[in-house]
C-alpha cells in the first residue's frame, strides 16, 4: 500500500501552520506513508483557498492507494498509535456537519440530494477507486456555486451526490474522534485534534497558538 498525507496552505505559513506541517509529517512518517504540503491555488484559480483541498482529487496523486487531506490546524494527539489508512472512511459527520448538510441542501436543492454524503472539510481520507469516482462529477461552474457557501464541503456534497456515495457507507467512526475540536469535550480519546480559537464551546475565544500551547501544557498535543 502506498499513501500520503496532504495539507494545504495559501501565503507564508505562520507559527501554528509550521508547528502542524511538522506534526503531520512525523504522523505520516507513523503510518508509513508520504506526505506533501499543497501550496497556492494549483486546483482552481479562481476558488477560494479552502477549495484548493480539492486538488487531492487530481490524477497527479492516483499513484496513491489512498490520500488523506488535513487542515493545517490539525495534530495528532500525543500518544495516539492508530493509523488513519487503517480507517475505513471518507470523513467526519458529526452535529455540526449534520446541520450543515440541512442548510445546504435546503439553499441547493436541486443539486444536493440528502441521500448522499456531507463530511466536514477538515479531514478527508479517500481510497483511489473514490478519488476517481468524485472527480467525474466535477463541473467547474458549479463549484462556483459553492465558493462562498460551504466551500470545498457543498462542492464535495455535490460530488458525493453525482457519484452516489451514501453517509452510512462513508463516516469516519467514533463522532468526533478524527477531527476533535480543541474545545470540545472528550479531547483525551481524540485521534487527530483540530485546533480552534473557541476555549469552550460557547465561548469565549483566543489565538489558536494560544490554545495550542496549553493543549502541549496538558500533554495533549
Known amino acids: 500500500m502506498k499513501n500520503i498525507i496532504l495539507q494545504h496552505y495559501t501565503g507564508e505559513l505562520g507559527e501554528l501552520e509550521k508547528l502542524s506541517k511538522a506534526n503531520m509529517e512525523k504522523y505520516a512518517e507513523f503510518c508509513g ?10 486546483f482552481r484559480e479562481n476558488l477560494s483557498p479552502p477549495c484548493q483541498k480539492l486538488y487531492m482529487l487530481d490524477p497527479v496523486f492516483d499513484e496513491y492507494d489512498k490520500v488523506c487531506m488535513v487542515d493545517i490546524d490539525m495534530f495528532m494527539r500525543k500518544g495516539m498509535t492508530e493509523n ?18 440541512r442548510q445546504s441542501h435546503s439553499r441547493f436543492n436541486s443539486m444536493l440530494d440528502t441521500d ?12 483511489r477507486q473514490q478519488r476517481i469516482k468524485l472527480r467525474q462529477g466535477i463541473v467547474d461552474f458549479e463549484m462556483l456555486k459553492f465558493d462562498d457557501n460551504y466551500q470545498d464541503e457543498g462542492i464535495m456534497f455535490r460530488l458525493a451526490t453525482v457519484a452516489k456515495i451514501t453517509q452510512e457507507e462513508s463516516t469516519l467512526p467514533g463522532d468526533y474522534k478524527w477531527c476533535h475540536c480543541s474545545y470540545r469535550e472528550g479531547i483525551e480519546n481524540a485521534a487527530l485534534i ?14 489558536k497558538i494560544e490554545n495550542y500551547h496549553d493543549l502541549v501544557a496538558r500533554e495533549l498535543i
Open 116 to 127: 448522499y454524503a456531507y463530511w466536514g472539510g477538515a479531514i478527508y481520507n479517500l481510497t
Open 194 to 207: 483540530h485546533v480552534r480559537t473557541k476555549i469552550t464551546p460557547s465561548g469565549p475565544k483566543r489565538t
Open 84 to 101: 488513519i489508512f487503517d480507517v475505513k472512511g471518507i470523513g467526519m459527520y458529526a452535529s455540526v456537519q449534520q446541520k450543515l448538510k
Open 33 to 42: 506513508a508520504e506526505y506533501r504540503l499543497i501550496s497556492g491555488n494549483l
